[in-house]
């Protein structure tokens, strides 16, 4: 008997060839034990910029932050040089759970494809996804991921609050202990996962649901700061990074076989990351660059953003996004309409040309509008670089040389997300972290 | 998106599930602030509740605990077309003079059913009241399918049922649309259970209506008040028809006086040469024209001057009327005194019978066709022509007892 | 006719029909947007002098912006002007120490109001309130009798249809007339925008903050905006969300939300 259950379990970034390796070393015997049992293990491709925040958005509303609006952790604040930090309510599109609850003050392009066919029964489960804070009210149980200043108003219902207060539920790790205090973060990373996993467990089996999504961040956490030692056996944390991984694989192991248990094998049962990981060799100090090459000047006086200076012609924020200084949009906007195609066009191919030590930096910057469609586009960056592994682009605005490093190992990498779904809702393109929110509605709704 | 709101009001028989339309519309368009259902939430928690969309529209506390909307309640919500002010006039008997207080401001109307139950009084009264009130853009909400099992014989049967009784009172309705407004089904977004219904959702209907369009008609400009602007005698009011022009000959009515228009003033706006329908304006006419309030200004004596009114009335108060009880009659800017001279013939509006011909009384929520008398004559039209000199407001004692359309 | 227009006549009729019921009456002016939008109208309504006082409730604790700006256009408008002040209470030192906020509202506003109505016998107030302020406002009517103990009897208001408006009857002390109830925030922006009307410099952003209603000093609060123009205010009302505009604890979330970003190296 065929049922619309849909668990999706979401791995921050858990990059494909790391699990690939990981099963054949043995390490994840759970995820082998699914792979054997009719499910297949993808690479995919992120969102760009390939940032949890526009990734996971991606990934929730099945559409491109040309429609969804979200294009990073921040943004600055329309006609100034404030920054602002997008929250869930910045969200253009609606999400799964907004589509299978039939709201529809959101439209978007995947939406359209759904409209009117939707059972508004389908009860929804959505557990530490980035980028849902505050809490909207849904038909279900939500509980705000990435970053959630404020538990209470992340999650709704107030009694699912309520548990996760008195369960000692952790939102997120305290990252800055990782440099100072190693043992001390992984502790808590255990911790925070062995937490999770109760939760999820709690609510998988005492409540009623039709979609349920729980989403693990540590894995995130752990390669920012020890990507560096997944592979290196001589690295003072491998065993503690691989012990990671395994209990990782437990917790996915054990919600899986509940899953097979409730559903009898016939529901949807998907695991994701928002992107993947690699080792960082260079960090790259974009705004430096721009400097260098007397596109941005800086007033050291004031803070953050607004040090931008008159004259500047472009900035970049993090992780890979340049805006045109415009006139009209900004302060100190010094670039006219007309003129605004003359400087992209020589970003670009300034961009493309930087190297270090005679290898190339960048492997693509896009236009904004090769990447983005959509209403939401007037926040989106003009230009978007994509980095060669190990070039970490950055934003920072104080470093005083375009090159650097720091106590950060791992970078994003767009090209290296993974999906583990049935082999037969597979689609045999690659796939695009934009396309499981209609793999999933499908299932759900039936397409 | 269009600037003006369309002002809309949702009628039916109570428990037919208007508060719910109500709060659907609201959630399906986003329209409702995280914080304002917050709030009802919490108040529907303190109440021991669950979570209706009706609180949306139920504001206070007490209507909560009654579970009933008492008055009305305007709120806004939009669509991509336009902005829509929602006027919910209340189901209850009782509360006839704030659902007609309600429905008088609106430009169009849904028309809410419960398929399950059917026509019921209040929808009978309230298709009256449509009626007599002119409202023209009517769209009938056919509510619960859920409740029997999304039946098209069902919903075709009801359909019938209700077309008729709007027909008879001169009203088409423009649609007639199968919904669950508790389920959200053909309110915002279709749904499959439905899919033999191929015509609008609540949404879409209302995004086809219009808004009230100002037809060309004869002037009829009723003198609110007389203001002394540096020394000039400046006549103030609101142009209720027509057009109005600098240097036109205009006609004093009920004295059928004649004058001309000097000058059109509004302030800061010097060199007025014409003003239309809606516009509230100072008029300076020659010779000051000895204007007073209550003169109704026209540009060719078209109303008619007489103290015998036909109408017919809908009694809005709780306590019935006698003949020969004075009221005071209220049209545009005209207040006489009067009384009910004749009730030709008397029926309740939500039965359809005929309670009494050539009557000396007319009851409460009972609509009556009457011959007023007052005691001096004054200029109205027929409400089917201009509605705004054909309409009137009857008052005893200073409360408002009943509103009229002229016949 | 434009929509701005049709809610200006709109407003000016009503003026006019409760001066033209009642000729003494008085406009409330809190030196707010909301009542200096009311007084542009009625100086519109009567050819710029307004043929009634204008009454200012004086709390003695409204910003030092409020009181000159009601000075200086009480001056330029050639305003009539009453200052209401519940002088026995503000001596007594009435304020809104802890505890006692409602207190303080009704000794200094309530209270004030009902002294200078009773001196004067004003038989109709023009009020500022506008329908989407609040659940509750969506009950008024245009015209709203109050008896002597100013109660208002929701449950059991007159009928009000066609812009007729109740007559007064024994039991009404005096009536309540609403010119802008029709009107929404956004409207009332647009609106002042249009007239290019003065307004308290307090309603725009200094320093990333800006008052979105302003009274008495210790209970109004700023919100976080940039807005320091009519055009700006404007956009932000039709480009952010409610939540935001609340004036909740947003600096707190944001200071969380930096340290949160910069211990993963996005700053």
């Known amino acids: 008997m065929s049922t619309p259950k849909t668990l999706v379990i979401g791995i921050d970034g858990a990059p494909y060839t790391l699990l690939s390796e990981y099963m054949e070393r043995g390490y994840l015997p759970n995820f082998k034990r699914i792979l054997g049992s009719g499910f297949n293990l993808a690479q995919m491709d992120a969102s760009i910029p390939d940032v949890s925040s526009t990734s996971w958005t991606s990934f929730m509303t099945g559409v491109n932050p040309g429609e969804h609006g979200i294009y990073g952790f921040m943004e600055l604040k329309y006609g100034t040089y404030k920054m602002s930090f997008p929250n869930f309510m910045d969200v253009q599109a609606p999400s799964i759970w907004d589509i299978t609850g039939g709201k529809s003050e959101k439209g978007s392009t995947l939406f359209d494809r759904y409209r009117g066919k939707v059972d508004k029964t389908l009860r929804s489960i959505v557990l530490n996804i980035p980028q849902t804070f505050p809490a909207m009210p849904l038909n279900g149980i939500l509980t705000a991921g990435f970053v959630c200043p404020d538990l209470k108003k992340g999650t709704y219902p107030e009694s699912a609050y309520d548990y996760l207060k008195s369960m000692g539920y952790i939102p997120d790790v305290d990252a800055n202990r990782a440099a100072t205090d190693p043992e001390g973060f992984f502790r808590e990373a255990f911790l925070a996962l062995e937490k999770r996993a109760e939760a999820y467990e709690h609510f998988l089996n005492n409540e009623s649901w039709e979609l349920f999504i729980g989403v693990i961040t540590e894995t995130d956490r752990l390669h920012h700061f020890f990507f560096d030692a997944a592979l290196d056996g001589s690295h003072r944390y491998h065993e503690t990074f691989v012990s990671f991984y395994r209990k990782m694989d437990e917790v996915v192991g054990r919600l899986f076989d509940r899953f097979m248990e409730i559903t009898s094998g016939a529901g949807l049962f998907m695991t994701m990351s928002d992107h993947g990981f690699t080792v960082i060799e260079k960090e790259v100090y974009l705004n430096t660059w721009l400097k260098e090459n007397g596109y941005l000047n800086l007033n050291p006086s004031r803070e953050f953003f607004e040090q931008i200076d008159s004259g500047s012609k472009a900035f970049a924020m993090d992780p890979s996004r340049i805006y045109i200084n415009v006139e009209g949009r900004y302060p100190l906007g010094s670039v006219s309409d007309n003129d605004k195609r003359q400087v992209i066009e020589g970003l670009k191919k300034g961009l493309e040309n930087i190297t270090y030590n005679g290898r190339p930096v960048i492997k693509a910057v896009y236009g904004k509008d090769a990447l983005y469609k959509g209403r939401a586009t007037d926040k989106a960056p003009d230009l978007v670089c994509i980095a060669h592994d190990g070039f970490d682009l950055k934003g920072n605005l104080k470093k005083q040389d375009v090159f650097g490093t720091s106590h950060f190992r791992g970078m994003h990498t767009r090209h290296d997300a993974h999906c583990i779904m049935p082999a037969a809702a597979a689609p045999s393109e690659r796939l695009h972290i934009e396309n499981l929110a209609d793999i999933i509605l499908a299932h759900l709704i039936g397409g | ?407 | ?267």
Not at chain 2, 209 to 222: A, C, D
Not at chain 2, 258 to 265: A, G, P, R
Not at chain 3, 3 to 20: D, G, M, P, Q, V
Not at chain 3, 189 to 210: D, G, Q, T
């Open chain 2, 1 to 407: 998106m269009e600037e003006r709101s369309l002002h809309i009001v949702i009628v039916g028989h109570v428990d037919h599930g208007k508060s719910t339309l109500v709060g659907r519309l609201f959630y399906d368009t986003g329209s409702l602030p995280p914080e304002k259902l917050e709030e009802i939430k919490r108040t529907s928690e303190a109440l021991g509740k669950e979570l209706e969309f009706a609180y949306i529209m139920d504001n206070l506390e007490e209507e909560r605990e009654k579970g009933i909307t008492i008055d009305i309640a305007h709120t806004f919500f939009k669509t991509e077309k336009r902005r829509y002010v929602i006027i919910d006039a209340p189901g209850h008997k009782e509360f006839l003079k704030n659902m007609i207080s309600g429905t008088s401001q609106a430009e169009a109307a849904l028309m809410l059913v419960d398929v399950s139950r059917g026509v019921q009084e209040q929808t009978l009264r309230h298709c009256h009241i449509l009626s007599l009130l002119g409202i023209k853009q009517v769209a009938v909400i056919a509510n619960k399918m859920d409740l029997v099992d999304y039946s098209e014989q069902t919903f075709t049967k009801v359909k019938d049922e209700i077309i008729k009784v709007l027909e008879g009172l001169g009203i088409t309705p423009a649609f007639v649309i199968p919904i669950s407004a508790s389920k959200g089904e053909n309110v915002a977004s279709r749904t499959e259970k439905l899919s033999w219904y191929d015509g609008p959702t609540v949404l879409s209907a209302l995004d086809s209506f219009n808004s009230l369009v100002i037809e060309e008609k004869g002037l009829r400009f009723p003198v609110q008040d007389v203001y002394e602007i540096e020394g000039t005698k400046v006549a103030v009011g609101r142009i209720e028809a027509g057009v109005l022009r600098k240097g036109q000959d205009i006609f004093i009515l009920p004295q059928n006086r004649k004058s001309k228009i000097v000058e059109i003033k509004k302030f800061m706006e010097d060199g007025l040469t014409e003003a239309a329908t809606g516009d509230c304006v100072g008029l300076v006419v020659e010779e000051d024209g000895g204007l007073s309030r209550g003169d109704i200004l026209e540009d060719c004596a078209a109303s008619t001057v007489t103290d015998t009114i036909q109408a017919n009335i809908f009694w809005l108060i709780d306590s019935e009327y006698r003949l020969g009880i004075p009221v005071k009659f209220k049209c545009a800017t005209q207040e006489v005194n009067g009384k009910i001279e004749k009730i030709h013939r008397r029926f309740d509006p939500a039965s359809v019978e005929i309670v009494e011909k050539d009557s000396t009384i007319i009851k409460p929520a009972e609509i009556a066709e009457v011959q007023i008398k007052l005691e001096k004559p004054v200029a109205v039209d027929k409400f089917s022509e201009i509605p705004e000199l054909g309409r009137f407001v009857l008052e005893h004692a200073g409360h408002p007892v009943a509103g009229g359309i002229i016949i």
């Open chain 3, 1 to 267: 006719m434009d929509h701005l227009t049709i809610l200006e006549n709109k407003s000016i009729f009503i003026i006019r029909e409760a001066y033209a019921k009642f000729r003494n009456i008085a406009v409330l002016w809190s030196v707010g947007k909301d009542s200096t939008t009311l007084l542009w109208l009625c100086r519109k309504a009567f050819y710029g002098k307004i043929p009634f006082p204008v009454i200012h409730i004086d709390t003695s604790y409204k910003f030092p912006e409020m009181y000159k700006f009601r000075d200086e256009y009480a001056k330029k408008w050639d305003l009539d002007l009453i200052i209401g002040k519940n002088e026995s209470e503000i001596e007594a030192g009435m304020g809104p120490t802890k505890g006692a906020k409602l207190d303080c509202c009704n000794e200094l506003k309530t209270n004030a109001l009902k002294q200078t109505i009773n001196r004067y016998g004003f038989k109709a107030l023009l009020l500022g309130i506008r329908r989407d302020e609040h659940g509750i406002r969506a009950k008024e009517r245009v015209f709203s009798p109050r008896d002597e103990n100013f109660k208002w009897n929701y449950e059991d208001q007159p009928a009000e249809l066609w812009d007729q408006y109740k007559s007064t009857a024994e039991e009404d002390n005096h009536f309540r007339v609403h010119p802008i109830l029709h009107m929404t925030e956004l409207d009332i922006w647009k609106y002042i925008k249009r007239e290019n009307m003065p307004l308290s410099e307090l309603y725009f952003s200094r320093n990333a903050k800006r008052f979105r209603s302003i009274g008495c000093v210790p209970c109004c609060s700023p919100i976080e905006s940039q807005a320091s123009s009519v055009d700006e205010i404007i956009y932000e009302l039709e480009h952010t969300n409610t939540a935001e505009r609340a004036g909740r604890a947003q600096d707190k979330e944001d200071a969380y939300t930096m340290q949160k970003l910069r211990s993963l190296g996005y700053m």
